[in-house]
């Protein structure tokens, strides 16, 4: 994204000069220009289904193909969701490089516990959807979960699996695993006993990641 009307800003040129694979690629004006085009209509007032699901493989070139590819051959594998009215699907990264994770460690460390596996960083993965009609929840939400059962069966075969679920995307069913990972989680249970200890955020309050305590 560029601010401003230039379609081939010098601040980006490194990125514009790479030839296109896809013919809308174009650099975006603004943020709300980019949101709109990536999501569907209504996505942002409440009237859409949704489920996500996490995982994490050891970054490699391989990995990256790994990820791709389990996602395009779960949607062939899945005629059903031809059915399942206006359907997205998508599959996004959060990558934590080398550098970034050494940096964390001569901090001092980081409150997700993680370490580099390969000298090549992690890749954190997020498989999504959103829809429209409950009537479709089943299909979708078993397409969701078999995709990332299928990639973590694949990766460990591969010695590619990562044991870390991002929190912010984990899916439900998730959570529990997602805060077993974190060496740091009892500390965090023993703040929210001292801060909370009517355990207002844990018992009161909907929604969020809750401790079980």
């Not at 980081?110 to 580099?116: G, K, M, N, S, V």
């Not at 390969?118 to 979960?145: E, H, M, P």
């Not at 959570?175 to 990972?181: G, H, L, M, N, T």
Request: aromatic fraction near 10%; glycine fraction near 6%.
């Amino acid at each position: 994204m560029h601010q401003g009307s230039d379609p081939d800003p010098e601040s980006v040129r490194n990125f514009t000069s790479i030839p296109a694979t896809f013919s809308d690629l174009r650099v975006a004006q603004n943020v709300n220009g980019h949101y709109n085009d990536t999501n569907p209509p209504n996505f942002d007032v409440g009237l859409r289904r949704q489920i996500f699901s996490a995982t994490s493989l050891k970054s490699s070139a391989e990995a990256v193909y790994m990820i791709n590819t389990t996602l395009f051959d779960a949607v062939a594998a899945t005629p059903k969701l031809k059915s399942v009215k206006d359907l997205s699907v998508t599959n996004t990264y959060q990558t934590f490089t080398a550098s970034m994770l050494e940096a964390a460690r001569a901090a001092g460390g980081d409150a997700l516990d993680l370490h580099d596996p390969n000298g090549n960083g992690v890749n954190a993965v997020l498989y999504g959807a959103n829809w429209i009609d409950a009537k479709d929840d089943d299909v979708v939400n078993k397409f969701i979960q078999d995709t990332v059962d299928t990639l973590d069966a694949k990766a460990k075969a591969a010695d590619l699996y990562y044991n870390f679920i991002w929190i912010n995307d984990a899916a439900e069913s998730q959570i529990k695993q997602a805060f077993s990972k974190y060496e740091s989680f009892p500390r965090l249970k023993d703040i929210a006993r001292r801060y909370d200890p009517d355990a207002v955020f844990q018992k009161l309050l909907p929604g969020g990641f809750k401790l079980g305590i």
